[in-house]
């Protein structure tokens, strides 16, 4: 089955910092999603995004889907972005589940 | 944005009572939820897959008379724990896939504790 590889698994970062979290992919998708999941446990949405570039705010992100990666850029980081960010993608030939990186732990400090 | 409620969100049991979890999509139809585990700093691990109206399809190594799964209407799936043991202390959690954006949205976690 299709493989989805987070990277790094951990980050820390001072507040206003930049950072870029990868997901790499084995196989070609037709759904790719980025999720936050804050220390309460709640997944959030954040993008849906296949392939092409979107931006919302201070994130943003990019899927090159023939190369199998897709990006997520956290600008000027606050200490409410602090938690696990998990890319999930479906495969082309799969029944609509999603199949997830192990993800990001990313700690801002102040 | 799309919500997904869950209930209840946290609970303690005894060993060997049932616990069910309720997953509603609030705002939209899902005609596809699924219900997912995650254990402590590890990702979420999916358990089965509901589709309104039929019959759940299970993951390799979960056991369907164990967590019995329904979803009688668009809107609501309940998973039900039955006769729960401390191993089946998680985190569970809901998702709706919302067919016409083909995005999935996620309750916000239901923690059960057995004792």
């Not at chain 1, 196989?27 to 392939?51: K, T």
């Not at chain 1, 919302?56 to 409410?80: D, F, K, M, P, W």
Request: hydrophobic share 35%.
């Amino acid at each position: 089955g299709i493989q989805v590889e987070q990277s790094p698994p951990d980050l820390i970062l001072q507040e206003g910092a930049n950072s870029t979290l990868r997901c790499n992919f084995s196989d070609s998708v037709n759904n790719l999603q980025w999720f936050h999941q804050n220390p309460w446990g709640q997944l959030i949405n954040l993008f849906y995004i296949p392939s092409g570039t979107k931006q919302n705010g201070r994130l943003s992100a990019t899927t090159v889907a023939t190369e199998r990666y897709s990006l997520l850029y956290i600008s000027s980081s606050q200490t409410t972005d602090s938690g696990v960010y998990f890319c999930a993608v479906r495969g082309v030939d799969s029944n609509y589940q999603l199949i997830w990186g192990a993800g990001t732990k990313l700690i801002i400090k102040p | 944005g799309a919500v997904v409620s869950q209930h209840p969100s946290r609970v303690i049991c005894k060993s060997g009572t049932s616990v069910k979890i309720e997953c509603r999509s609030l705002d939209f139809q899902a005609t596809t939820m699924f219900w997912y585990r995650q254990f402590p700093k590890q990702s979420l691990m999916l358990m089965a897959t509901s589709n309104e109206g039929s019959k759940a399809t299970y993951e390799q190594g979960v056991e369907k008379d164990k967590f019995l799964i329904n979803h009688a209407s668009l809107t609501l799936s309940t998973l039900t724990v039955t006769s729960a043991h401390p191993e089946d202390s998680s985190f569970y959690i809901c998702s709706a896939r919302d067919w016409q954006t083909d995005t999935q949205y996620f309750g916000p976690g239901t923690r059960l504790t057995v004792l």
